[in-house]
């Protein structure tokens, strides 16, 4: 049985670089560059305090560029403290977005688009650090094989929603688009079917092509 993705824990990212709160300003510029990351989880006692990233550095480059009121300015208080700070304490954002690693795929997409973040700290139940999870992350469950995809909603949805002999139902899938078609008893289940396709780890689309089961011709989509 393909072993579906279903929560943070299965798609994360285990080896994690981390920095200090006394981590210098150059030691995280190097640590960005070295590990190609935009953002590294602070810890204290071994729990996130914050996450310090590559917008979080940039402030010191245009205070660098422009002096003085031209950037001051313009700017609120929280990004002149960057710009002035020189450690990770001083520059990370706080208190850090997190996600638990038991949490849904889509809880950890939410709280991403919610707060702006390419990237979640993901912790225990006592807030200790686990693993990181990106945008790419959460989409490798898109890289998932049609026939895997396929065998799944043969299994546990078309199987219990539309048994046979009073349904006979097709399923297809093509680059992540599920396609059922045939003939099936009862069209009212169709919505009921979209939705249980649609939380199938993988699935891009889904549509129908159903007939009643007396005969009549009859398509439909979701």
């Known amino acids: 049985m393909y072993a579906t993705p279903r929560s943070v824990g299965d798609v994360m990212t285990r080896t994690v670089a981390v920095v200090g709160p006394e981590t210098s300003f150059k030691e995280i510029a190097r640590l960005l560059r070295d590990r190609q990351v935009g953002s590294l989880p602070v810890l204290v006692g071994g729990k996130v305090a914050g996450v310090v990233s590559e917008s979080d550095l940039l402030p010191k480059e ?7 009121e031209a950037y001051t300015g313009r700017r609120s ?5 960057k710009a002035e700070g020189a450690t990770a304490a001083e ?3 706080a208190p850090a977005v997190t996600v638990p690693s038991g949490a849904p795929l889509a809880e950890a997409a939410r709280r991403m688009a919610r707060s702006g973040v390419r990237m979640l700290p993901v912790v225990d139940e006592r807030g200790a650090l686990e693993g990181v999870v990106s945008r790419a992350d959460l989409l490798k ?3 998932r094989d049609d026939r895997d995809i396929e065998r799944e909603v043969r299994r546990d949805i078309v199987a219990w929603i539309f048994p046979p002999p009073d349904s006979m139902i097709h399923v297809e899938v093509r680059d992540g688009v599920v396609t059922l078609t045939g003939a099936l008893r009862d069209t009212a289940l169709v919505p009921v079917a979209a939705r ?3 939380a199938v780890e ?3 689309d889904v549509e129908f092509d159903l007939a009643p089961a007396s005969g009549r ?3 439909a989509r979701s």
């Open 77 to 81: 208080p929280a990004d002149l403290a």
């Open 141 to 143: 469950v898109f890289l």
């Open 62 to 68: 245009e205070l660098r560029d422009a002096p003085g």
């Open 91 to 93: 520059l990370m954002s």
């Open 196 to 198: 249980l396709v649609r």
């Open 217 to 219: 011709t009859e398509g």
């Open 202 to 204: 993988g699935v891009v």
